[in-house]
């Protein structure tokens, strides 16, 4: 099977854009190394030649140190993503899920993805969520207690989680 690209399609990639004129995309200042409140440089788990894995700064209560992989080329949704740039940001989801299931000791791992506003994206970058899950920690139906934590209470799972990969 061949699978088609954008060009063999009727709905073109550049239709589907979201970002508003002037966005200061966050995964690519941090990617640059531009940090902030919500961007600490402690936060980075792991980082490839093409995506790059942190913690959240935005957590469900049950669900703490939650993980974010991206590209860290800016491509604002799966619609738009290179075939090789995905296959190394799941390869690196694949490796982060293995590592928050190894150190958290959870009973489980989700993985999601948005595209648009009406699949819930509220970030213009593409990036897949890796949670660690518990039983009965009702992630999705929690989503209105979710709330940015400080660059100090992200440290300490950044820290365990990143012995875990390589040094590159």
């Known amino acids: 099977m061949t699978l088609s690209s954008w060009e063999d399609r009727d709905v073109k ?4 854009h979201h970002e508003p004129p002037g966005y200061r995309c966050p995964f690519c200042r941090y990617a640059l190394g531009e940090f902030d409140e919500h961007n600490a440089s402690t936060d980075l788990v792991a980082r490839t030649d093409h995506a790059i894995a942190r913690i959240s700064p935005k957590w469900w209560p049950g669900n703490r140190g ?3 992989v991206s590209p860290i080329e800016h491509f604002e949704n799966l619609y738009t993503l290179p075939t090789s740039v995905g296959h190394s940001v799941f390869d690196l989801v694949q490796a982060v899920a293995v ?3 190894e150190a958290y000791g959870c009973d489980g791992v989700s993985t999601r993805q948005h595209n648009e506003p009406a699949g819930n994206q509220d970030v213009w970058h593409h990036h897949v969520h890796v949670f660690p899950r518990y039983e009965s920690d009702r992630l999705y139906a929690r989503h209105g207690e979710a709330a940015y934590v400080p660059p100090e209470a992200r440290a300490p799972f950044a820290a ?3 012995p875990r990969f390589p040094e590159r």
Do not use: K, S, T
């Open 66 to 68: 939650h993980v974010l």
């Open 160 to 162: 365990l989680l990143r």
């Open 13 to 16: 990639a550049d239709e589907l």
């Open 99 to 101: 590592a928050i299931r």
